[in-house]
């Protein structure tokens, strides 16, 4: 099923219904009427509603692209998310029929296309990388051999015009990347690799210059007349030259519909209603005008009111006459009833999608050359500063101080520099999983286990070059069983802050929250650990947080090994402990063994892995109204 897009505008995209009746240009593809949507305006009883939209009626045909308009607060993203399915809170009824049927949300996700007026991608993949893994991430191998999806993104990016900037990466804030156009051109790309019939796009143009937005609009208009589908497109006062590029146009003010029809006709429309256009306006600027609200007085206010409310009951009325071109397109659509799924593509493997996931994941951490060079730097900078702070340690009672402290700030270096950095690239990349998610592109665990994958060697390998140089510089234990039993206790810490991130990061709205919240936890942690407080003396109530706590048996495993066999010298006089163990069980750490410890952390490892997947599933849950 490879080609280019135009040959599919014939073969696939026109001729390829949900119903087997065929579809050619201009057909029906997406119908509502009296669609409405309320909110809550007050908490409590009794429960008062605005209404945001009311009874919003039209159709959208194949190979049409129709613009929304209206002033700030009109509702154009209020309609576009009821026609898109996401709908979020309040209360939406209505009707929404797509290919004639009531839709049904898993099939309805996956034929059809949403680009967000923010658009979220990896900023350090480049334009061709970026088509690439979203190809290869939505389009099904049953269908598509890899040359066949490379072929579709080169076809993208041609229809696009995205080649100059093939190579480019994405950038954002912080790297600098493509044009804002191009952005937005390789959001509207990813979209269309899937060849959806509906195509949802929130303020394309808005942050573009003037040119950049007509090409914009120029593009996704050509692509969706040649392949057939259906565009709306919300838009802030378009120039004359964009507006006069859209086939319709539904003129949104105060949640009304007050004309929907083809652009053409809108002048018209509006002059035998008594609202002529003047000939060097654009009729853009001049529809929005009239059906503003003016703010400058009570009375231009309450005036404005009647105006927009005239406008709304006029065109109403003409819907209803039987002769509208509206009311004949809507005959045409006939309820089906629940909408054939049988058509709908599923997803690839999870191997496959765990790989390509993992490979996209590793291209970026390897390009993200600050987050890495910060790791390295850091884990050399600490392990010579702490290995020099306890400098070779000896063999005398002295030295027992300084061996629980060096043990002890090697546990802490698993916490706060592993979790903070990595969480904060995970709850970036977890909200474009959950955008990339609303396309059902594929599956969460697949993303979850690439991330967990992906940061383990990160960790690994900066740490351990940290952990080698506290161990020798400080001259630790010099046996080899010792060394590799305090890596091995070392490198299962790390699993479980790793497995730590993942499960705040999964849980928290935010990286602000996750800063909050993951601090105080290590925290706590730090103060059970076994150094701080003698857990022996802590109260009952609260000793069991020890117990639970990875930092309490990373140290308290760490110190067995360190310290068992240990026998250190006293000076003569003074009391001091004779042997290792001694130095273990005043610090009441001798309550597990080695092994028992590092079991627990392995199931505490398991359980924060298992929470964190939970936390994500609910949050990459749709929560969205539909009908
Ligand atoms: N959940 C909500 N609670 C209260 N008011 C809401 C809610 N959602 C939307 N509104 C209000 O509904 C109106 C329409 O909002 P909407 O975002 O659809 O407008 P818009 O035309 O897209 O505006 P803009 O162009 O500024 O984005 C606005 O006045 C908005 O404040």
């Given at each position: 099923m490879s080609g280019s897009f135009d040959e599919e505008a014939i073969s696939e995209g026109m001729s390829t219904p949900f119903h087997g009746t065929p579809v050619s240009l201009g057909d029906p593809i997406l119908q509502w009427s009296d669609l409405t949507y309320e909110v809550k305006t007050k908490a409590g009883k009794p429960t008062e509603w605005k209404t945001i939209?009311?009874?919003?009626?039209?159709?959208?045909?194949?190979?049409?692209?129709?613009?929304?308009?209206?002033?700030?607060?009109?509702?154009?993203t209020t309609l576009l998310n009821a026609l898109s399915g996401r709908t979020e809170g309040g209360r939406l009824s209505g009707s929404i029929l797509y290919h004639g049927a009531k839709r049904h949300p898993g099939s309805f996700k996956r034929t059809t296309a949403y680009v967000q007026q923010d658009d979220l991608m990896h900023p350090l993949l480049t334009v061709h990388e970026t088509l690439t893994y979203a190809a290869k991430l939505r389009l099904p191998n049953s269908q598509y051999s890899e040359q066949e999806k490379q072929e579709r993104v080169q076809s993208v990016m041609r229809h696009l015009r995205l080649n100059g900037a093939k190579d480019t990466p994405i950038g954002d804030a912080k790297t600098r990347g493509v044009s804002g156009g191009e952005r937005k051109?390789?959001?509207?790309?990813?979209?269309?690799?899937?060849?959806?019939?509906?195509?949802?796009?929130?303020?394309?143009?808005?942050?573009?210059?003037?040119?950049?937005?007509?090409?914009?609009?120029?593009?996704?208009?050509?692509?969706?007349?040649?392949?057939?589908?259906?565009?709306?497109?919300?838009?802030?006062?378009?120039?004359a030259r964009i507006f006069n590029l859209f086939d319709k146009v539904i003129l949104l003010s105060q949640g009304r519909v007050v004309y929907f029809g083809p652009v053409s006709e809108s002048i018209q429309y509006f002059a035998k209603i008594g609202h002529q256009c003047p000939v060097h306006e654009n009729p853009a600027d001049y529809f929005v005008n009239i059906m503003t609200l003016d703010y400058r007085s009570d009375a231009t206010l309450a005036e404005s009111k009647k105006q927009i409310a005239a406008l709304a009951d006029t065109f109403a009325r003409h819907v209803a006459e039987p002769n509208a071109s509206l009311a004949e397109k809507q005959s045409l659509v006939r309820s089906y009833g629940e909408q054939d799924t049988s058509q709908v593509v599923v997803k690839n493997g999870w191997l496959y999608e765990y790989a390509t996931l993992a490979n996209r994941d590793w291209t970026n951490t390897l390009r993200n050359i600050p987050f890495i060079i910060g790791q390295i730097v850091q884990a050399i900078f600490m392990g010579v500063l702490i290995g020099f702070m306890y400098f070779y340690l000896k063999d005398d009672s002295l030295s027992v101080m300084n061996?629980?402290?060096?043990?002890?700030?090697?546990?802490?270096?698993?916490?706060?520099?592993?979790?903070?950095?990595?969480?904060?690239?995970?709850?970036?990349?977890?909200?474009?999983?959950?955008?990339?998610?609303?396309?059902?592109?594929?599956?969460?665990?697949?993303?979850?286990?690439s991330k967990a994958t992906i940061f383990l060697p990160i960790a690994l390998v900066s740490n351990t070059i940290m952990f080698v140089g506290i161990y020798f510089?400080?001259?630790?234990?010099?046996?080899?069983?010792?060394?590799?039993?305090?890596?091995?206790?070392?490198?299962?810490?790390?699993?479980?802050?790793?497995?730590?991130?993942?499960?705040?990061?999964?849980?928290?709205?935010?990286?602000?929250?996750?800063a909050m919240i993951a601090p105080a936890v290590l925290t706590i942690q730090?103060?059970?650990?076994?150094?701080?407080?003698?857990?022996?003396?802590?109260?009952?109530?609260?000793?069991?947080?020890?117990?639970?706590?990875?930092?309490?048996?990373?140290?308290?495993?760490?110190?067995?090994?360190?310290?068992?066999?240990?026998?250190?010298?006293?000076?003569?006089?003074?009391?001091?402990?004779?042997?290792?163990?001694?130095?273990l069980m005043s610090y009441s750490l001798m309550r597990f063994n080695v092994w028992q410890s590092v079991l627990f952390m392995i199931m505490l490892g398991a359980v924060n892995y298992a929470i964190g997947y939970v936390f994500l599933r609910w949050k990459a849950k749709p929560k969205y109204l539909w009908l």
């Open positions: 939209m009311s009874k919003g009626t039209g159709v959208a045909c194949t190979g049409e692209t129709i613009a929304i308009i209206g002033s700030s607060g009109a509702g154009k051109r390789v959001s509207v790309g990813m979209e269309l690799l899937t060849s959806p019939r509906l195509l949802f796009l929130d303020e394309p143009t808005s942050g573009l210059d003037s040119n950049s937005s007509q090409l914009v609009v120029e593009l996704v208009k050509g692509i969706s007349k040649d392949r057939g589908i259906a565009t709306l497109v919300t838009i802030h006062q378009p120039s061996r629980m402290g060096v043990l002890f700030i090697i546990t802490v270096m698993t916490t706060f520099p592993v979790v903070m950095p990595m969480m904060s690239l995970y709850v970036d990349e977890r909200d474009i999983m959950v955008r990339e998610r609303a396309s059902a592109t594929f599956r969460i665990s697949s993303f979850y286990v510089i400080a001259h630790l234990a010099f046996d080899v069983a010792k060394f590799f039993i305090a890596l091995a206790i070392f490198y299962g810490v790390i699993m479980v802050s790793i497995a730590f991130t993942l499960m705040i990061g999964s849980a928290v709205e935010t990286m602000e929250m996750g730090l103060l059970f650990g076994g150094l701080l407080s003698n857990p022996s003396t802590i109260t009952p109530v609260l000793r069991w947080i020890c117990w639970v706590n990875p930092v309490f048996h990373t140290f308290a495993a760490l110190a067995q090994n360190e310290l068992g066999g240990l026998t250190f010298t006293c000076p003569p006089g003074t009391q001091c402990y004779a042997t290792g163990e001694q130095v």
